[in-house]
């Protein structure tokens, strides 16, 4: 009576064994490529000085005439330092008290940046906070005389946040920290599918309308909002690419899909507006820099685009960073070999 079960049992251990050895045989055979492909630091810790600028611009445009007026903050540059300990990598950064331009030509802008990044080999997740009050107006059909200033909407408020997440098919040859975060050296020139998917909320709002009267005449039906919301939910497919010669590297990104778009528009006399509508949404990323097994210099941009059409006008939302870094990897001693989450701010 029991042979039968205990033969069954042998049967399901040996599977069991079977099918763990060919587990470990598929890691070290996948350990075996990423090693010719990826150095990695797992006993250092890296520190780099660093210098950063942020973008978060919308602009209208009329979709009869091709009329637009760009809505744009004075920013001022960032610098700090990042860090890469305990298998986390994020970083500090303070305002410069300098704007990009001229503040009585440009107005003055204030903006709060939060970002929380995780990047594992293969999946990375994006989780950001902006905040910008203070925009000035650049309309392209009204010449501004050089050196007066243009139209200030210091009351004009835009908030923009969500999340984004990827993942990387090819992550046995590829390693997309090695471009932004540092963690690892790409060695050979390799590239990956790449699939992207996010959801954010953008919103601005004046205390009255965002344009004047005789721009709105210009630009038409639903171009007198002083609130706007657009909430999108996007699935993007892409490709990556790392170009390595010795120690230089060039990493580009590239992911265009469809999104659904939700928005919500309000009038200063009050009047709301509701429209859902399905187009497409792109994330780009270029890095370039130099990797040594300690030293290391990079710079990337990241830039983030929707575009959303409703009644007569469009609204294009555009997000931005760029940043410069120099920075060395040390030994990891004692309590700092530990592990955690990747985070970045």
Do not use: C
């Not at 070290?28 to 010719?36: F, L, V």
């Not at 979709?63 to 744009?72: E, H, L």
């Amino acid at each position: 009576m029991l042979k039968r079960p205990a033969l069954f049992l042998i049967f399901l251990l040996a599977s069991f064994a079977g099918f763990s050895q060919y587990n470990q045989t598929a890691r070290e055979r996948k350990d075996s490529i990423r090693a010719q492909y990826i150095e990695e630091y797992p006993d250092h810790f890296a520190v780099w000085p660093m210098l950063k600028y942020r973008s978060l611009t919308f602009k209208m445009v009329d979709t009869k005439q091709d009329k637009r007026v760009n809505f744009n903050p004075n920013n001022t540059y960032k610098t700090g330092a990042g860090f890469y300990l305990f298998n986390v990598s994020f970083e500090i950064t303070f305002s410069i008290p300098v704007p990009v331009r001229d503040e009585s030509i440009y107005g003055e802008a204030k903006s709060t940046d939060l970002q929380v990044n995780i990047l594992s080999k293969s999946v990375g997740l994006d989780l950001y906070y902006q905040n910008y009050s203070g925009y000035y107006r650049d309309d392209k059909d009204v010449e501004v005389p050089k050196g007066e200033p243009y139209p200030d909407r210091s009351d004009v408020v835009t908030k923009n946040m969500g999340l984004s997440a990827f993942y990387v098919w090819n992550n046995e040859k590829l390693s997309i920290r090695s471009s932004y975060n540092y963690a690892d050296r790409q060695k050979k020139s390799a590239g990956s599918f790449i699939l992207y998917g996010t959801i954010n909320s953008f919103t601005a709002e004046g205390d009255s309308a965002l344009l004047p009267a005789s721009a709105q005449q210009v630009l038409g039906t639903g171009s007198d909002f002083n609130h706007l919301r657009i909430t999108t939910v996007g699935l993007a497919p892409g490709y990556t690419y790392n170009l390595v010669l010795k120690r230089i590297f060039l990493n580009g990104t590239f992911a265009l899909g469809p999104a659904s778009h939700w928005i919500y528009s309000q009038s200063e006399a009050g009047k709301e507006h509701r429209d859902v509508q399905l187009n497409t949404a792109y994330t780009f990323r270029l890095a370039a820099g130099y990797s040594g097994d300690r030293f290391f210099v990079g710079s990337g941009i990241v830039w983030q685009s929707r575009v959303v059409k409703f009644q007569d006008i469009r609204v294009e939302n555009s997000t931005g960073v760029v940043r410069l870094v120099v920075g060395y990897r040390f030994r990891e001693k004692g309590f700092l070999k530990k592990n955690a989450i990747n985070i970045k701010i």
